[in-house]
């Protein structure tokens, strides 16, 4: 990761070209470069940050009141039925752009996104909600 502008603040920037699907004050949406299915979209604030974790809650309730929103027009658009929200924190978390995106993948046949899940078992459940809880409770605001 660098320093640099990434590619979504010079796109918020204007110096690159996108294919605007949605824009209000903190939210920004556009189709993917290389849609994995046709209407692949992305959502992004225009809060500067790379993860989600560092938004403000102002970017974050944007983004939750823009995303069921661009959801209703992808599948209208498309005729998609279903679909995925993927949103990719880090560099193993598979994200290439470091700047908060979701994605909305529209799910056609076979076609979409790809996923490997292998559940595991959830044995410290009880400790482990509390510990999240603590944390929660301690940084609230
Ligand atoms: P991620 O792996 O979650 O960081 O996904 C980054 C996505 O950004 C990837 O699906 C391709 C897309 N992308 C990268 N560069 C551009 C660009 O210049 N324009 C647009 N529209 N999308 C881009």
């Known amino acids: 990761m660098t320093d640099s502008p990434t590619i979504f603040a010079r796109i ?3 110096e690159i070209p996108c294919h605007r699907i949605y824009e209000d004050d903190h939210v920004l949406s556009f189709l993917d470069v290389g849609p994995l299915t046709r209407g692949h979209t992305l959502v992004i604030p225009k809060e500067r940050k790379a993860f989600l974790h560092e938004l403000s809650d102002e970017a974050g309730a944007a983004l939750g009141r823009a995303l069921p929103r661009i959801a ?9 039925e279903h679909y995925n929200v993927l949103q ?7 994200q290439a752009v470091f700047h908060v995106h979701f994605h909305i993948i529209p799910r ?5 996104l790809g996923i490997g899940w292998s559940p595991g078992s959830l044995d410290d459940g009880e400790s482990l909600a509390a510990a999240i809880r603590q944390h929660l409770e301690s940084s609230s605001s």
Do not use: F
């Open 12 to 14: 918020l920037d204007g």
């Open 72 to 80: 209703r027009a992808v599948r209208a658009a498309t005729g998609c």
């Open 88 to 94: 990719n924190n880090g560099a193993p978390a598979h």
């Open 108 to 112: 056609v046949g076979d076609e979409g």
